[in-house]
């Protein structure tokens, strides 16, 4: 199975400052037609996952601009431009390239 | 809108069964794959399996954990999934997902989850 690695497990972040988490795969996570299928999903306290991007670099419809996607092949990274206060919780990459399917443990964001 | 209402979650014994539901609407179902995933209490999500269209032969692929335990259906005239769970484990104590899980394109839609608790 595709192990995802994420870093750091917790991140305490100052409002309006820039966020950033790593997710680190034991995989190439390029499938057969040359496409990259890596999302990346934020989960608020008592709620269920929200995918925010797809294939590393593609915002869902109604996600802010200040989240980005970026990386290739095993290394990916989502960065938050400046933190707001709802987008504290917990954000998961996970991997769509082979079944089963597989998440990073999760990273945990608050607000110091 | 679109609306996926996960439900049939409850307490049940070890050893015991349980049949949880998915309800869609406000998306063409038939032509969605489904997927469940369970998260523990205060743990990280865990992909437990998937059944296809019936374009697809209504494929179904399972995570080991479960595989052999859990079985995967859907009725594309309800709009309806399910996840049937036998033999459980105190291990599958969990808020039980459905979501279609897209990985390529826009339209991926969660179910509020269902508690799946077992326990004697």
């Known amino acids: 199975d595709v192990v995802l690695t994420q870093s750091p497990l917790s991140l305490p972040v100052t409002l309006g400052q820039p966020a950033s988490i790593s997710c680190r795969s034991s995989?190439?996570?390029?499938?057969?037609?040359?496409?990259?299928?890596l999302n990346w999903y934020h989960q608020r306290p008592g709620q269920s996952p929200r995918r925010l991007i797809y294939?590393?670099?593609n915002r869902d419809s109604g996600v802010p601009d200040r989240f980005s996607g970026s990386g290739s092949g095993t290394d990916f990274t989502l960065k938050i431009n400046r933190v707001e206060a709802e987008d504290v919780g917990v954000y998961y990459c996970?991997?769509?390239?082979?079944?089963?399917?597989?998440f990073g443990q999760g990273t945990k964001v608050e607000i110091k | 809108e679109v609306q996926l209402t996960d439900s049939g979650g409850g307490l049940v014994q070890p050893g015991g069964s349980l049949k949880l539901s998915c309800a869609a609407s406000?998306?063409?179902?038939?032509?969605?794959?489904m997927n469940w995933v369970r998260q523990a209490s205060g743990k990280g999500l865990e992909w437990i399996g998937r059944?296809?269209?019936?374009?697809?032969?209504?494929?179904?692929a399972y995570a080991e954990s479960v595989k052999g335990r859990f079985t995967i259906s859907r009725d594309d005239s309800k709009n309806t999934a399910y996840l049937e769970m036998n033999s459980l484990k105190t291990d599958d104590t969990a808020v039980y997902y459905c979501?279609?899980?897209?990985?390529?394109?826009?339209?991926?839609?969660w179910g509020q989850g269902t508690l799946v608790t077992v326990s004697s």
């Open positions: 996970m991997q769509g390239a082979q079944w089963p399917r597989t």
């Open positions: 979501t279609t899980l897209v990985v390529s394109a826009p339209g991926d839609h």
């Open positions: 995989q190439s996570l390029v499938f057969s037609d040359g496409k990259t299928y």
């Open positions: 059944i296809r269209t019936k374009a697809n032969g209504y494929a179904t």
């Open positions: 294939k590393v670099s």
């Open positions: 406000g998306f063409t179902f038939s032509d969605s794959a």
